[in-house]
C-alpha cells in the first residue's frame, strides 16, 4: 500500500516505526510523532520500563521533545499521531498542551480516555480514530501473546 505524503496514513505509518523500536527494546509497542505544518516535529516510545518510570508514556515523551522543539509549551498548531488511544493521563497532559489534533491507531477498551469522558481533552482538540487500526492493534497483539 502505497501512501500520500502528508497524509495521516503517511504519519500513522511513521508512529509505527517507534512504536517497532519499543517493541525491540521489550517496551509496550506505541509509539507517536508530532506534526506541525506537515513537518515531524517529535518522535517518541514508550519507556517507562527504560527508565523505570510508569509516566513514560510515548505521549508524553512526544509532548516534551515538541515542546522543546518549538520552545513553548503550547502545541495547537500540532496534530499528535499515536499507535493507540491515550490514556486518562496522556490525554489530560494533551489537554494542558492545548494540541489541535489527535490521531490514533487502535482504540485501547481497557484504558483509553474515551471510557471516561471526551471532555478530557481541550475543547479545541480535534480527534480521529481508527487510523492504521489494524496494523497498530496487531503489533500490540504480538507483544502481549509473548508475554503469555
Not at 490525554?91 to 490521531?103: D, K, Y
Amino acid at each position: 500500500m502505497e501512501l500520500i505524503k502528508y497524509s495521516d496514513g503517511y504519519f500513522m505509518k511513521e508512529a509505527l516505526k517507534e512504536a517497532k523500536k519499543a517493541f525491540e527494546k521489550d517496551e509496550v509497542p506505541i509509539g507517536a510523532v508530532i506534526v506541525c505544518k506537515n513537518k515531524i516535529i517529535a518522535r517518541a516510545h514508550n519507556l517507562t520500563e527504560t527508565l523505570n518510570d510508569v509516566t513514560a508514556h510515548a505521549e508524553m515523551q512526544v509532548f516534551t521533545s515538541a515542546a522543546n522543539y518549538l520552545g513553548g509549551k503550547y502545541l495547537e498548531e500540532c496534530t499528535l499521531y499515536v499507535t493507540l488511544e491515550p490514556c486518562v493521563m496522556c490525554a489530560g497532559a494533551s489537554f494542558w498542551t492545548q494540541l489541535g489534533r489527535i490521531v490514533y491507531g487502535a482504540s485501547d477498551e481497557k484504558r483509553g480516555y474515551t471510557l471516561i469522558h471526551d471532555s478530557i481533552l481541550h475543547p479545541k482538540t480535534a480527534v480521529t480514530p481508527g487510523v492504521m487500526k489494524e496494523e497498530c492493534s496487531e503489533l500490540l497483539i504480538k507483544f502481549f501473546r509473548g508475554k503469555r
